[in-house]
């Protein structure tokens, strides 16, 4: 009996609507000869499987459905919502506490690598090239002295919790729209972080782990056509994408290298995705930060770099789920 897949998507923030469109991507490659998948759609207004023209809600009592009077319970959940609560180690605490395992991050890694702010400290300690930061929090943050006395101009400005660049902002100087990028980036979140930029190219590597083996995707070059890498770069063409990346192979075993490191340093599982800005006077990598459920949509990069490898996209999914069923 071929095992029963949850794939969720949906998801309560902003960037529901990128786990609508990496569904398509992921729903379309996960192996019908290996496996029954089922689409589950989770949303502030509840949690649906849809079932020809019915509508049918799952029981959070043990994350299971009813078809036709039979109940179905799943060997393993695919997890494919960005943001909350997919992302964020909501789900995979429930998912804990049912014994149901999952392709992604577990609760702890997903809830730390979250916080931005939380994430770089933890490098930091470990080691790990990170630009230097301030966070801000909403209910105490009063002016940007702070900022302008610690920080070197320019500065990135986004939220401290979340991804898809959503409220992201770069400040190239004191005199410039500080306070308007920093109440932007409050109305997605609580908390901002504010960090330092860091000159040269910008990297980023899909790792994952299969039958036991860590391993790195080929590196993308990411060449923003606007100012960063936002959302419009990411997400509506505004970037050029170069995989693999036309790079010195030192500098690519070096990103590799520190790629693996940080997978293990942060105990991930699952599929994530590292960015790095490679800064070439200092020589090194420094990390920007980690992607716990990375994009999975037709203009991602995770599914480039797949491709890059030499690998299907059915493959890739299929190793993901194998991975994280019981042996």
């Known amino acids: ?18 786990s609508y469109q990496s569904a398509k991507t992921i ?33 959070k009592n043990d994350f299971s459905i009813l078809i036709n009077e039979e109940k179905i319970h799943f060997d393993a959940v695919l997890i494919g919502i960005h943001g909350t609560p997919g992302e964020d180690g909501k789900l995979q605490g429930y998912f804990d506490i049912l014994s149901l395992p999952y392709t992604s991050c ?14 770089v400290a933890v490098a930091s300690f470990a080691g790990i090239k990170v630009a230097k930061s301030i966070l801000l929090f909403k209910s105490s943050f009063k002016s940007e002295d ?26 190239n100087s004191p005199s410039e729209e500080l306070g308007a990028a920093i109440e932007k980036a409050f109305k997605e979140d609580e908390q901002v972080l504010v960090e330092e930029f860091i000159k040269g190219r910008e990297f980023t590597i899909g790792v994952f782990q299969s039958k036991g083996k860590i391993i790195p995707l080929p590196i993308t070059e990411v060449i923003s056509k606007k100012d960063f890498f936002d959302y419009e ?15 010195n192979e030192s500098i690519t075993e070096q990103i590799k290298s520190e790629a693996v490191k940080i997978y293990q340093i942060f105990n991930c599982c699952g599929i994530v995705r590292i960015d790095f800005i490679y800064n070439e006077e200092a020589g090194e990598p420094y990390m920007l930060e980690i992607n716990t459920v990375p994009g999975q949509t037709a203009a991602s990069l995770v599914p480039q770099q ?9 493959d890739f999914y299929t190793a993901l789920i194998q991975e994280c069923l019981p042996a």
């Open 106 to 119: 577990d609760c702890a890694t997903s809830a730390l690598t979250f916080n931005k702010r939380y994430t």
């Open 233 to 247: 770069a990411k997400y509506q063409g505004a970037s050029e994408e170069i995989t693999p990346a036309k790079v």
């Open 146 to 171: 702070e900022i302008v006395k610690n920080l070197k101009f320019p500065v990135f400005v986004k939220p401290n919790n979340g991804g898809s660049s959503i409220g992201m902002s770069k400040v």
């Open 1 to 18: 009996m071929k095992p029963k897949i949850a794939f969720v998507t949906g998801g309560y923030s902003g960037e529901a609507e990128i």
């Open 27 to 59: 729903e379309k490659n996960i192996d019908p000869e290996k496996f029954d998948s089922y689409k589950i759609d989770i949303t502030p207004q509840g949690w649906f499987y849809q079932h020809e023209d019915e509508k049918i809600e799952i029981d």
């Open 306 to 314: 797949v491709t890059a490898m030499g690998w299907s996209l059915m």
